[in-house]
């Protein structure tokens, strides 16, 4: 799968639910949310104010992320948006930089289409590093973990499953997705 694939199968409407364990919690987190992933140009405003302030190349896709949802046993919603930005390194789009708008600054992380065509993200933080590995069950299910780690001891892992319910269509399949599915 390329990174322009991947964009392109995570466009649309999704319910997610999410299981997050953390280091000194008896019991875990759990979570529902509404999730829409539109694909942005990436000669949009937004898009060209982002790359420009990482110092980075024109990216290759981007796109807009907004939930809408809540935690078991709070009443407060959760609710924001983010818009990310890929940009593939030179050799050809299986790794490169991943831009994330957080706030009023950019986030910058490592992307790889790893083996088993697995979207995997690498962000590092002051302290700690961020894994996010995103897969598809097939087109309409797509998986995420998240493990956050400081040094080598984890401090929290997450799992998500994400239903799509429409707003999106999901791509023709290319010789590339064809010939692994």
Avoid: H
Avoid at 54 to 73: E, V
Wanted: charged share 25%; net charge negative.
């Amino acid at each position: 799968m390329t990174i322009q694939e991947f964009f392109e199968l995570s466009t649309g409407k999704w319910f997610s639910q999410s299981t997050k364990y953390g280091v000194g919690c008896d019991r875990p987190q759990n979570g529902r949310s509404d999730l829409i992933i539109e694909d942005l140009s990436v000669e949009s405003p937004e898009i060209q104010k982002i790359y420009q302030d990482a110092g980075l190349n024109s990216p290759s896709n981007a796109a807009k992320i907004s939930w809408n949802g809540s935690l078991d046993g709070s009443t407060k919603k959760v609710v924001g948006s983010t818009i990310i930005a890929a940009i593939p390194d030179s050799n050809g789009g299986d790794r490169g930089k991943l831009l994330r708008q957080v706030g009023t600054s950019t986030l910058v992380s490592d992307y790889e289409m790893g083996d088993g065509e697995v979207f995997i993200l690498i962000t590092p933080e002051k302290d700690a590093t961020w894994e996010e590995r995103i897969w598809f069950g097939s087109e309409n299910l797509r998986l995420r973990t998240v493990v956050k780690k400081q040094g080598e001891d984890t401090q929290s892992s997450s799992f998500y499953s994400e239903i799509r319910m429409g707003g999106g269509k999901p791509p023709a399949k290319t010789e590339t997705t064809a010939a692994n599915a």
